[in-house]
């Protein structure tokens, strides 16, 4: 026999024999801390969606206002919707620039809202 077969059937029988794998065991090192760190996020986001306030509520031409003026000057504006989530949340404050608006609808940055369900907006500085 060569050398290389003598080896592969030295290691043929250890593998059978001797050696027992640990299976998932040796992996719970890297859940455990993929699982921390996304539960830290987790953790962070409901807090941040805890503490969100309702801004106060302004009136419908205050609103128009505030968004046709950013709109003219190409400006950031910061919008709440006058909502809630499912959880009890107040929505999220949105920022961008108003993109258009239609019929119904205004668009800022990625988010599209109806006029009447914008409870406060600010132009941004």
């Not at 859940?31 to 986001?45: I, M, N, P, Q, R």
């Not at 505030?66 to 950031?76: D, G, H, L, R, V």
């Not at 504006?77 to 239609?102: E, L, W």
């Amino acid at each position: 026999m060569d050398n290389e077969e003598e080896y592969r059937i030295i290691a043929k029988d250890y593998f059978e024999k001797y050696y027992v794998d640990r299976g998932m065991v040796k992996w719970n090192g890297y859940y455990l801390s993929d699982h921390t760190e996304s539960a830290g996020k987790h953790s962070a986001d409901e807090a941040h969606k805890r503490s969100q306030v309702a801004m106060p509520e302004m009136a419908v031409e205050e609103v128009t206002e505030i968004i046709f003026k950013a709109y003219a000057q190409n400006a950031e504006i910061s919008v709440q919707a006058n909502s809630k989530s499912k959880m009890g949340f107040n929505s999220p404050i949105i920022s961008g620039k108003v993109k258009g608006f239609d019929d119904t609808h205004i668009y800022i940055g990625e988010h599209k809202f109806e006029l009447d369900d914008i409870l406060w907006c600010e132009l941004r500085r």
